[in-house]
């Protein structure tokens, strides 16, 4: 069975700083997909990455970077000068790694409130 | 660009009363998913299409949901006399399933469900 942990419920910061959101992943299969998605208040799920089990490299877009250990089963989400804008319930999720990766497992999400 | 379209947006029903939702994917996209999300949860996968089929449903699409995509277009979910435990954010995604673009789901804003 796929389980997906994020032990943090709630983050607060102020502008500009700097915050991690952790993800902590279980699963028995040797290849698979993880998966950061954001919920803003408006509700609609936004897609944000997607790594493959084999490719550990770390991945930088702007602001946002992903931290891929396989060895701690962890996928973690580091936002750089986080900004009101950032506000919102950001879900890690788990895929086999088929061709469609048709059903995500979803943690229960980290609510991170930026604050001026 | 549109997105994926759910409605109603909003539905309050009696316990034991039916009920039916639609979605209406991105035009281009051949697969589509439904997802249930309970307050303070991730979104838990229901069942999902390529185009017409249904390939695959949850243990917790219990026999009172049934959900249908007849020409390979808009979807909807219908349950039928629903109980409170079925109050629920039920939230519509569709893909363009395999290749690059794997597990990329594009998600609507979701029909809020309250059973009383």
């Known amino acids: 069975a796929q389980k997906v942990t994020q032990a943090q419920t709630e983050i607060s910061v102020v502008e500009k700083e700097d915050v991690t959101l952790d993800c902590v992943y279980e699963?028995?299969?040797?290849?698979?997909?993880l998966f950061w998605y954001k919920q803003p208040p408006s509700g609609e799920l936004v897609f944000l990455i997607r790594?493959?089990?084999?490719?550990?490299q770390n991945e930088i877009s702007g602001r946002y970077s992903w931290n891929f250990q396989k060895s701690t089963s962890s996928f973690n989400f580091t936002i750089t000068a986080s900004q009101v804008v950032d506000s919102a319930v950001y879900f890690c999720a788990l895929s086999e790694a088929t061709g469609t990766a048709s059903k995500l497992t979803f943690g229960t999400g980290t609510r991170l409130q930026v604050t001026l | 660009d549109t997105g994926v379209s759910q409605n109603p947006r909003h539905k309050i029903t009696k316990r034991g009363q039916n009920v039916t939702f639609r979605c209406d994917p991105i035009s281009e996209h051949n697969r589509l998913y439904w997802y249930r999300q309970t307050l303070g949860q991730g979104p838990e996968f229901l069942t999902y299409f390529q185009n017409e089929a249904q390939l695959e449903k949850s243990r917790l699409l219990s026999d009172r949901f049934s959900a249908e995509r007849p020409k390979g277009s808009f979807s909807t979910l219908e349950i039928q006399r629903t109980e409170q435990g079925d109050s629920a954010m039920y939230l519509c995604?569709?893909?363009?399933?395999?290749?690059?673009?794997?597990?990329?789901?594009?998600f609507g804003e979701g029909s809020r469900l309250t059973v009383l």
């Open positions: 995604a569709s893909s363009l399933g395999a290749g690059p673009r794997v597990g990329e789901l594009f």
């Open positions: 790594r493959n089990s084999f490719d550990e």
């Open positions: 699963t028995r299969d040797t290849t698979y997909y």
